[in-house]
């Protein structure tokens, strides 16, 4: 019989090619989904007993004709008859799989159906100028073919050439598609969007050695065999339960995901829900150290393991987007905008249970071997602190497993933290002062500083570090954070210690002005302050309000500054118990006085890592002429 496709549009087709699907090459996604939906339907039927064949061991098979310039698809699902070609290919509105999940929603809700047979096989008009269907039904009636050029025109005939169960597909490439005739750009479609189809995939063979029997003699030659080339793996490490699985298991699918990767990961955490969607999934911690860029080796999203993206943005939390692994779900809609992802409520469930998951993890892994995560803290801590800053959810778990080093190497949580400094870190108004460093090496002489008080310095050194300090300090009671290098140890803890002071009043204001003087330098402000006569003479600091600023702007925030650059600005902590300050009061040549005061700054610069080019050539230069005095 002849016909015309129930279309309301004149021609369909050129629609399809241009405006359906933005990307040509998921045509084959599509094929492949559809045969792997008939084969599915079929081991439905047969195992609740409405499809009475043996089911055996289908595969599904890709076929490249160069010579002909033909594609072909070969299934051996429940095929179709002459009345379902008619109904599912020729009535565009209507979806084989939107009928077939009506009539078995009950018994086929583990079958995992795909359900988007209809409009996908109409994808093939991208890269086809005419296309056959050769089915033939597991129904005891006749093969059809099915034949269409991509006008509204079709034919639809009895045929005796097919005579075992399933449906065949045969695109005749068009001319501006002919790259699709290529094994290499199969292959490389194959191994993107169905490298974990639930049927194997059969394309082309590929020979294997087989292994010698026991007592061969030593010249003897092992025998060949053409074997299928199967292209996937149908039973991927996140389809199964938990307890099949074990480390090795884990780490061997983390590298089948990611050829190309050689470490191992940290650590996964197994995602399987079935209320109130349907998600399951592994996702990986790998090491991160500080780097908050990671674009390669993305989590990829699947539907009933057809490969959709790896562009997870809005599905994932932001702060998980530095994860690697796989997420499943068939509620997860297929070919639509970011946009409408992002406002999807299924998404935003499956995006707060993520979060729920993952904190439950590091609940688990500390409290299991809380060594081990002490080890792996430095490499994971990007996610958590990022994590803290941008879910609430998170962050109200966060003190149960976010850990908070020390200089020293020890790792507290939030408790351990409190409970250790408070003794000791708390100033005249009560309030719990944390101290830490962002550079070991770098602020080594103010942590000195604040060691010889008995005070402990956390390392806290990852990019976000200003972000996260400003939410601990809005979200908990009387406490503050400050650099060890943002302000003398004397005043960054106040204590209600009586300073005493060697210089009178006006010996202070003789000294300052001095230091101004020699200085004058608008970058630093000059502060005296009585401290005890060991400590150095000249401390360069830099208050933390105006340091965390620059720090929000260098990592994205900062508010209302974001405009232009902070001016640098500084305090120079001049101690006025020192013997250097005495010193200089005694000094009456004022050239003499105003190098000591020039060398005095430099040494402390240096202390800061703030002496550099030119400045530094002549702190060198000038030092060694004093050797030689």
Known sequence: MKGNINVSVENIFPLIKKFLYSDHEIFLRELVSNATDATLKLKHLTSIGEAKVEYGNPKIEVKIDKENKKLHIIDQGLGMTAEEVEK???????SGAEEFLEKYKDSAKDSGIIGHFGLGFYSAFMVAEKVEIISK??????AVHWICDGSPEFTLEETTVKTDRGTEIILHIAEDSLEFLEENKIRELLTKYNKFMPVPIKFGTKTETLPLPEGAAEDAVAETVEVDNIVNN??????????????EDYKAFYHELYPMQFEEPLFNIHLNVDYPFNLTGILYFPKLSNNLNIEKDKIQLYQNQVFVTDEVKGIVPDFLMLLRGVIDSPDIPLNVSRSYLQADGAVKKISSYITKKVADKMVSLINENREDYDKKWNDIK??????????????????????YPTTDGKYFLWNELEEKIKPVQTDKDGNLVILYA?????????????????????ILDSPIVPHLIQKLETSKEKISFARVDADHINNLIKKDEPAISKLNETEKESLKKNVEESINDTKFTVQLEDLD?????????????MRRMKDMQATGGGGMFGMGGFPEMYNLVVNSNSEFASKILATENAEEKNAQIKHALDLAKLSQNLLKGKELTEFIQRSYKQLEK
């Open 137 to 142: 039904s597991y129904k005891d009636e006749p």
């Open 234 to 247: 149908p039973t991927p490490a996140w389809t199964k339960a938990p307890s099949e699985l074990k480390d």
């Open 438 to 458: 962002t550079n070991a090496d770098e602020q080594h002489s103010y942590i000195q500083s604040a060691k010889d008080k008995g005070y402990e310095v956390l």
């Open 382 to 403: 990007i996610v958590i602190e990022y994590g803290m800053i941008s879910e609430e959810k998170f962050f109200e778990k966060s003190d149960k497993f976010a850990l």
């Open 533 to 545: 006569s060991n400590d150095a003479p000249f401390t360069i600091t830099q208050p933390e309000f």
């Open 88 to 94: 599912y290919i020729n009535q565009v509105a209507f």
